[in-house]
């Protein structure tokens, strides 16, 4: 509340706004929806009223979420009571913290609903949207670029990059006719350093390590490296070369297949798993970024009956190290164990992609060119 204050009472420099906890570090999107919530609530003094717009945020994050699942019909129907009521930080994050962070996922939600729908552009619109609130949706980018250049190629892919890149444009046009430089460095700075105190996740390093440009720099390449490798063995279906993904589809040989909704799902949730384990750092806040997407990366591989309770298993594990505060080595290398097992299953569960689901008769798709507009 108090850095969009600045904001409501005319201030346009974005270096100017900031709060007790600091400047103002978000790009535009999230000046105007917490102004939104400054007025509502009365300059912020209206705590139950924030809360109670922020649990009616959580049920409607939960409704997209099952629209998706339902869609994918991978996930055992019993594994959505733990999503709902068995994690304290989820509702923690929501109802109590009122964090940026589920604003940005409900959206990003929205978005993928949309893309299941073959709404594209409305799709890609939103995605900008929910960049614009937190950007850590731009850890989704990678897995949506690849899916924009399989079922469009690179040329019809460029109209809906431009969808994203005017609206951040648009959204940031007050404050980029101001000061320009201020906000683009603000609002979407990437080499912004991380407390170690809040670390959840690299906790067992040293400090002078964990804040060494080099261990940065290491975890970047690890994340290209990893977005390289799933994009080739295990997004690709095609046994052409990638390449062919510039193409327009119809010029392929042998044209692509449409998108199923699984293809769709596993690559952007994949996407977005690989950044959350490349990640800098990764405070308590940002365990919605992926607590709903954990299903469906533990499901989405065939799965005998005997193979669920290890699955429920690590769901409990990671939710422990999420609610360990301080973070310990024990939490924290336990987290990225059982990151790295997600992985493993992902990768050799995978050949090379998700099986394929006959879509039922309510839910298969019409003329896929008109909804494609």
Known sequence: MQEVEGFANGTLDYTQLKGDTG???YPAGFVYIFLGLYHATGRGSNIRLAQYLFAALYLLN????????????????????????ASYRIHSIFVLRLFNDPVAMAILF??????????????CLLFSLAVSVKMNILLFAPGLLFLLLQRFG???CIPKLCICALLQVVLGLPFLLVNPIGYLTRSFDLGRQFQFKWT????FLPEEVFQNRAFHAALLLAHLAGLGLFALHRWHSSKE??????????????????????????????????????SRSLHYQFYVWYFHTLPYLLWCTPTTKLAHMP??????????????YPSTVCS?????????????QLWYGMAPMPVSHTPTPSRKRTTTSKKAQ
């Open 154 to 156: 690179l040329l019809g």
């Open 332 to 344: 924290s290398l336990s987290l990225h164990i059982c990151h790295g097992l997600i992985l493993l």
């Open 311 to 324: 699955k429920v298993l690590l769901l409990g594990v990671i939710e422990l190290c999420w609610n360990t």
């Open 200 to 203: 959840v996740n690299w906790r």
């Open 23 to 25: 400047p103002l570090v």
């Open 110 to 123: 929205l978005a993928i609903n949309l893309f299941l729908e073959e709404h594209w552009s409305w799709g």
């Open 62 to 85: 939960l409704l997209l979420v099952f629209r998706i699942y339902c869609r994918t019909n991978k996930v055992p129907p019993y594994v959505f009571f733990f999503m709902c009521c």
């Open 241 to 278: 070369s990638i390449l062919t993904l510039l193409k327009d589809p119809p010029k392929r040989k042998p044209p692509s297949p449409p998108l199923t909704v699984n293809e769709i799902v596993f690559i952007l949730f994949s996407s977005n798993f690989l950044g959350i384990c490349c």
